[in-house]
């Protein structure tokens, strides 16, 4: 068992190594480009300021945008933003940065 303990903290550790850890939004560095590989578990959550603080930490993104059913969004490129689609009941239907 004890040979075991330190392989499975290993790989629980190379696991946490693959996705961003949050941080505070005032720690996120000016040059930060959005990362939203580590948002998925946010799907289905109802939109609000403290979900889209820790959106914005997770991803390190400098702004976010909701946008509800139906809203329409310009069409221009930035890597430091993240933009949440919302369904009917104003939950998290999907994440993407650009």
């Known amino acids: 068992m004890r040979k075991v303990f330190p ?3 290993i790989a629980m550790t190379a696991c946490a190594a693959d996705r ?3 941080i505070s939004i005032d720690q996120i560095p000016a040059g930060a480009v959005c990362d939203d590989r580590a948002l998925g578990s946010f799907i289905g959550q109802p939109a609000s ?3 889209a603080t820790k959106l914005m930490g997770f991803s390190r993104s400098h702004t976010l945008r909701w946008v509800p059913v ?3 969004v310009t069409m221009d490129y930035s890597p430091q933003r993240l933009t ?3 369904d009917q ?3 998290i239907a999907s994440l993407k940065c650009g």
């Open 89 to 91: 009941q104003n939950r």
């Open 70 to 72: 139906g809203g329409v």
């Open 49 to 51: 300021a403290d979900v």
């Open 84 to 86: 949440v689609q919302l």
């Open 20 to 22: 961003p850890q949050r």
């Open 7 to 9: 392989l499975i903290l």
